[in-house]
């Protein structure tokens, strides 16, 4: 850590300042400048409140030099981590892919998605039974009768089964959820995160629509300083001035992430842009740059559906990804070991 | 509600369409284009899935003509809503100031600010007990305890205290509590949003980093939707590219916001700005374009601060914004009836 | 286009508006709605100014149907452009990499570049003489002399150029450059659009920090506006809040770009991160998702270059990059005819 | 400056690298911390190339301590600049008001609309003559014919006039006009802000779109590094993800500017919010916080305007503001001698 100091900081202060620095057993190495006096922070200085140091009177800017987070830091633990999920993973050598409609609304339905991309080479059935909706009047989907017909369609399957959950309360449902997802508007839901830490089971964090890296990170510290490692961390595209698309699909953090952490990164082109037919190219881009692995929507209820165009994308587009994506697969783009 | 239909659009799949909307009572009225057909609805769309619609083949684009919103649409509840506090209120003729520390350290120091803040003019008293924090190694609120003394202050000063909940599971220790605080990061976290609307307690919703003013006003709705009416709105910076303050103070809200809703509206320049001298200026400013309040970080605590630079703002810097803020008062901007 | 009008709109307004619309030929089709009258103009609306529309008393919203652009849009122009460059060209069949140093310095340098980039693959050689640099301290390009150097490794590898025009005034130097980019902070630079759209040269348009796809369509319309349709369109990264890599690339704007126009897209890496071990994983991206090519920096100045670490990519890690994004192209993602 | 290296850094380069900057005259102060070692660099670095740096192999990050600019910078030139304009000035204890149509567009409408500004008590006249427009349709301005109308009005009233510039070759057009405006898509024009730095007259720089003000200040910059001083800033709205309004007002920049620079720093809210009822509140917030003035739309053409309703804001309008505006100066933010 670096503290910049102002010009000709008060004395009385400057003392104060140093003295609570060595209480940490912080040792300080000042370099005098010529219009600034620097001071570089030798010691653990995680615990240090940043902010508190730039409200000093004295002190111009602080800048970090190390990460804040420790166990999700690639610098700490330089293998790749694996995720079991029941007979499979995420992470390592096997390129997830994790499929099913948007909002669970019906056993015949649930149960079709999961046998057709199960079929197509998914190797997880998504579906959601929370469902975070911006209006209090839209559907908020079937809650915990959902999750009994994702269950269902697990049983019949074998697929691993991924849904959101919306609020702490709800975590006694998830006993046999495979692997637990925390959606971005909950990303800095501090209280949830801590809880689902104690739990052992493999949490999917979604980065937040404004969210930095960074933040993602910590949120994944989050989980993992109570103890759990399992985690998957998911872009879905950040909120930028550009409106053709829902939101902008950052790609470029899956090379990124997976220089500065160990966890595996897996990208959602379908909420990322929106638009169905923009999920094939945009799959394929994010399995060309190394992602490792991809969380789709797929829709097929044909007699419910309100007209015949209605589908997010259908078992068939879905398979027509599934082969393109394996096209690219062997060619994908793999961190060296020092990147 | 219109919508744009794609050129030559697919004979089946628009009778299904307008069927399916007949179905709901809503009337249909074409335009030919000469590129484009639009369709205009005229009937009660607020329960249409605008995702859907635009998922269908043969449409190009929907675009609302209504607000998504409605108890919080300032179009059906003309006159400003006025919530009543304690012994004081937010919104009308009534100029709120909530000020107190970031958190509530001791009680000692929780007393001492609000005396203070209350000499100076402020009408209520904020802390945090639960305090939402990036780092899972950061001090996380005294909590429950924080609560306490904050109460104490309550009952020493007389002054309605503000404070934040970050999980439902906390609730039950907030019945003492004034207003309850939803922050940035929670303003989508609809589970909690929902449980509030059944409290009848005043609801003050800080705007999300990167939340829009119709989020904004979503979030609002939820609470209203449940049959609580006493809702605040708070602005406290937006993320933007800009890297000179901590976010981006978007004080036009204020008087958009009083356009679109009659809830109302207090600005919060110590998050906004993340540096102590500007919030004096930036409470001007809000005061000069016709806020119902601000909310303001003061603190003070020499014997434990870590050195004389230490308070955010001093109560002293805050009685020099209080009189700053009542010479701007009285030429401040007054939203005419029709704006 | 679709006029949105307020509740109850003042008579003689309205008659106003009606009068001037069908004074441009433009018909008025309306619809009574429940809180508001929509009308839909149906006609050449082109020429109508939206800002002044939205300006009128009487009117709330004013939405366009049609996009702004024509020339550039593929509505009108069903089959990909192809853009001729010397012996090769951008779009069609042709991959097309763009290669070389930011700046050129000197003749060894600028040659040296584009023969190891010719023999890995790439089909035409960039190299900077006029610099756009945000510091006026900081080096400013060779400027004319640059330019003479760039046609020298032109003339010794038979590579066409590509290089950037910073002001009107320079232009009758770019006589022998094959390709004329104009920056990214000149992409609304109107009045030198509006010339090069009587030089007939093709003009490389990189999409500006902040700038809507819609906004980058505009200034190729410019450009085509002038009778020049030979246009190239390149993401270079936007500016957003995330701070990990200098801008965001903005992958999915490579097929809603083909689908909203007919002109060829190519992805810039390179200045997109900022990162230079970050281009290979981006290209193969870009590759992968169906982009006509790649703008890639190369250096190569043992000599010059302050010590071993400097160059931004070597010569041997281009081809590194040339020889993964080859193994990609076969298997790229081809727009379907209608999508 | 301050380097932060890699973990072990190959011995070769770092040799290179202090060779390089001892060249320069840059002593340098190393610290060694438990992960990293952070390079202190004591001397003048403004001419330091901080990307090449930050490419260099044994770099993990750079981070400046002392700001790019020089000319511009508070620290180095302590007083207020007051920029003279005939009779007037911005800056210092006059507050400017620059008032006028956005475009010319007669002789009639541009001398009434002057008349009404200078009764209302503007300082100065502004009206478009070269108007960049997204669309190559649009109306482009009178051009030079509009310059000469814009000086009959000042003729005519004796004020100042300040009209955008678009490209160098118009340059010679601007003798007689008292300050040229810079418009935010030429912010980065760097080869007009050059020329405009060797013509001695009161420039007003508008701040890009998205460009943050450690940019703008760059731009500054250029311009007075070419000997020409008399600078004024403008904000006039970012673009953000918010779209209730047309940009997202930043008006902290008004304090931070003041603390940055000595230029005088003024607001342009009618671009800023892009709807006419919303200028008066933010003229008004603008003038609390301590702006050096404002500029802002009045259109009055009646016989031209295509209904009652069309004009930005009316010359009655315009008096409202100015009064709600002189009534909030007395009490205006003023900056401390150090803040």
Known sequence: MIIILKKNPEEKQLTNLMAWLNSMNISIHPTE????????????????????????????DVKR?????????????????IVKVGDTQVGGDVFSVI?????IETEEQICEVAEAVKRSGATMLRGGAFKPRTSPYAFQGLRGHGLELLLKAKKLTGLPVVTEIMDLSQLSLFDEVDVIQVGARNMQNFELLKELGHTGKPILIKRGLSSTLQELLMSAEYVMAGGNDNVILCERG?????????NTLDLSCVPMLKKLTHLPVIIDPSHATGISWMVKPMAMAA?????????????????????????????????????????????????????
Request: aromatic share 4%.
């Open 33 to 60: 400048g010529q219009t600034h006096t620097i001071l570089g922070l030798v010691g653990d200085t995680s615990h240090v409140d940043i902010d508190l140091l730039r409200a000093l009177d004295i002190v111009e």
């Open 65 to 81: 030099v190390q990460e804040p987070y420790k166990n999700a830091n690639r610098k700490f633990h330089e293998d790749d981590t």
């Open 238 to 246: 950040i909120r930028t001035f550009e409106t053709a698309t829902r």
């Open 287 to 339: 399995t060309a740059c190394g992602a490792d692995g991809l969380m789709i929507e797929v829709h097929n209820d044909p007699k419910k559906a309100l007209c015949d165009g209605a589908q997010s994308l259908t078992p068939a587009a879905f398979d027509d990804v599934m082969q393109a994506v394996n096209a690219i697969l062997p060619h994908a783009y793999k961190m060296p070991k020092e990147a």
């Open 99 to 103: 499929a099913g409609p948007c909002s």
